[in-house]
């Protein structure tokens, strides 16, 4: 099955400051990357994604790159602000249905 | 809308009892996921439906099953609890294979 590799683990920056997290997977027929935001004690909310016909997608401060031949994706927050802080999950789907693979997670830290 | 609901948002169970966490959806989506999050581990899928009738395991299926007999509802059964199941559970739904998942608030297992 789709393994997804997430790293780092935990982050921290300073306001301000660019982030960039990182993922692999594994599965070639792969074509669906979602990155999603969750705060303490709430639900994952989906924040940005890129499907493998494009390579970069942007929403104002954050961005996904993504290299099919490689198999990785990052997620770029450019200008962190503390409410950026939480943990940030990747995911890629697999297979003919929504079989969505997640990462482990990072943990986000902007210090003020 | 109410969007994904899911009830209970806390239980405590003994080992060896059975329950159901009951999910249920008012966006017509097709396809409906069972996660559970453990520290560490990210989101682990248990089981998946694409439709009312459809249902297939995910990563982590032991101890659990589901039913689909409706769009809106996707119940999960815990058969015999046990300490390892303690966990938070997640249901997602979706309209289609690379769409957004829609999380609900979560329900928060603990097994003694």
């Known amino acids: 099955g789709e393994n997804v590799e997430q790293h780092p683990s935990t982050l921290s920056v300073q306001e301000g400051d660019s982030a960039v997290i990182k993922c692999t997977y594994s599965d070639s027929a792969s074509n669906y990357f979602p990155w999603y935001k969750q705060e303490l004690g709430k639900r994952p909310q989906l924040i940005i994604d890129?499907?493998?016909?494009?390579g970069e997608k942007k929403d104002q401060r954050i961005a996904v790159t993504l290299n099919k031949t490689a198999k990785h994706f990052s997620l770029h927050i450019t200008e962190t602000q503390p409410e950026d802080s939480a943990v940030y999950f990747c995911?890629?789907?697999?297979?003919?249905?929504?079989?969505?693979?997640f990462g482990t997670g990072t943990k986000l830290q902007v210090i003020p | 809308n109410a969007g994904v609901t899911q009830t209970p948002k806390f239980q405590v169970l003994k080992t060896g009892q059975s329950m159901t966490l009951q999910c249920a959806q008012d966006m017509n989506h097709e396809y409906m996921s069972w996660y559970r999050q453990d520290p560490g581990m990210g989101l682990r899928l248990i089981h998946y439906?694409?439709?009312?009738?459809?249902?297939d395991q995910g990563e982590v299926p032991n101890g659990y099953n589901v039913s689909r007999s409706t769009t809106e509802d996707f119940p999960l059964r815990l058969l015999s609890a046990a300490p390892s199941q303690t966990s938070v559970y997640f249901c997602?739904?979706?309209?289609?294979?690379?769409?957004?998942?829609?999380f609900g608030p979560g329900t928060r297992l603990l097994v003694l």
């Open positions: 997602a739904s979706s309209r289609g294979r690379r769409e957004t998942q829609y």
């Open positions: 439906s694409v439709g009312a009738g459809i249902t």
């Open positions: 890129i499907r493998s016909n494009v």
């Open positions: 995911a890629s789907n697999s297979g003919g249905y929504q079989k969505v693979t």
